[in-house]
């Protein structure tokens, strides 16, 4: 079941950590360039016409399709009255996100289960601080900060916490090389007692640098590999490129097995390690998007070139595509309607109407409502919908 309705577009094109520079590199640049190419096209679409005649009436709605499930609201402000910004979901509740302080001079990293508020960091705002990169294993949260001096120079470091319990968060290193992120839930990976993450090596060639550190600290390990590469769900790397710069391969470091992904000509591939997402271009704009298995098997199409994905990380759970929609091509905020498309009913679901920014992690799905008066978020656990 496809949907034909018309979106607004989340790039997921890759990004670095604030203060950082660097001379760009090819596959960068060449890599932005096209999901930023495609983004254009897509807000430049005129509305969508009528469904195709194999098409439902309307399509289902969350509570119609998984009547049990539950959708909970989280207040976008803290206690202490700043804006509240989700960035992870944990277990029992508890959820890790930025705020501004009260009096507005710094940010700061929290953990936040109901009320209750621990505050695991804090970066003067002048320093144009960010934290990113969050991932959790277990009782342990790594994320990555970063900072800029008065000259505009930065640094950025790696952080841990047992975010549940008291102690103090500890830095890991301050050798991180030239840290590059795409926007994923695998930016930062835990694997056997280790960080992982991925950097742009020196070389003159585009080359990945695959860098990692015990959680207690310690060493940095590194491993270059020609291309451009991003992490996955554990052992999986990934192309970092959309198909324009090169081929699109699928990578498992533990078995040393490269999957190469069939691609044509016209179309801009992601890939995660069980299920690739297509977006098919036509003469004038995307045409569809398709998903289908890295080896090209179990293709299916999902949407016409009026739909894109909200997040940059492919079939969720190995099952939901995000997706999201909007009939108001003007509108700058809460524009969208918000759709998981299921791959195992091969079906296309409403989750909620006139949304705004829409995240994915672990699993867990959430989005902005309201104004910005009573701006709230509603959080959606995808596992409960497992079957």
Do not use: K
């Not at 609201?73 to 508890?94: I, K, T």
């Not at 959820?95 to 009260?102: D, E, H, I, Y």
């Not at 640094?155 to 590059?180: C, F, K, Q, S």
């Not at 007692?193 to 940095?220: I, K, Q």
């Amino acid at each position: 079941m496809t949907v034909t309705a018309r979106p607004v577009e989340s790039t997921g094109a890759p990004s670095q950590p604030a203060g950082r520079h660097r001379r760009p590199r090819p596959w960068h640049l060449a890599g932005l360039a096209a999901a930023v190419a495609a983004a254009v096209l897509l807000v430049a679409l005129p509305q969508a016409g009528p469904t195709s005649p194999d098409a439902p009436d309307r399509l289902r709605t969350l509570t119609e399709v998984w009547p049990d499930a539950e959708v909970v609201e989280l207040s976008a402000n803290l206690p202490d009255g700043p804006a509240y910004s989700p960035v992870l979901f944990l277990d029992g509740g508890a959820s890790v996100g930025t705020s501004p302080s009260p009096d507005g001079t710094a940010l700061r990293l929290v953990v936040r289960t109901g009320e209750n508020v621990r505050e695991l960091r804090q970066l003067p705002l002048s320093s144009t601080p960010q934290y990113g990169g969050f991932t959790v294993d277990g009782p342990t949260l790594a994320w990555s900060e970063s900072v800029a001096d008065a000259a505009g120079q930065g640094r950025t470091e790696m952080w841990a916490a047992e975010w549940a319990g008291d102690a103090a968060p500890r830095r890991l290193t301050t050798d991180t090389g030239d840290v590059v992120f795409f926007n994923s839930q695998y930016d930062m990976v835990i694997n056997d007692g280790r960080l992982h993450w991925v950097a742009v090596a020196p070389d003159p060639e585009p080359a990945t640098e695959l860098r990692s550190v015990p959680l207690a600290g310690g060493a940095v390990d590194v491993r270059t590999d020609p291309g451009a590469w991003a992490l996955s769900a554990w052992p999986m790397m990934v192309s970092a490129g959309s198909g324009e710069t090169g081929p699109i391969r699928v990578r498992d470091l533990e078995q040393r097995r490269i999957t190469d992904v069939p691609a044509g000509p016209t179309e801009l591939v992601t890939c995660g390690p069980s299920w690739c997402r297509v977006l098919v271009l036509a003469a004038d704009g995307p045409g569809r998007i398709d998903l289908m298995r890295p080896d090209g098997t179990d293709r299916r199409r999902i949407g016409d070139g009026t739909v894109t994905a909200s997040t940059i990380d492919v079939a969720v759970l190995d099952r939901f595509e995000v997706l999201s929609l909007s009939a108001a091509p003007n509108a700058l905020t809460n524009a969208q309607q918000l759709i998981v498309y299921d791959l195992q009913r091969d079906e296309a679901v409403v989750v909620a109407d006139e949304v705004g920014i829409v995240l994915c992690r672990g699993g867990v799905l959430w989005w902005s409502v309201g104004d910005n008066e009573t701006t709230s978020w509603q959080v959606l656990d995808l596992r409960t919908l497992l079957d």
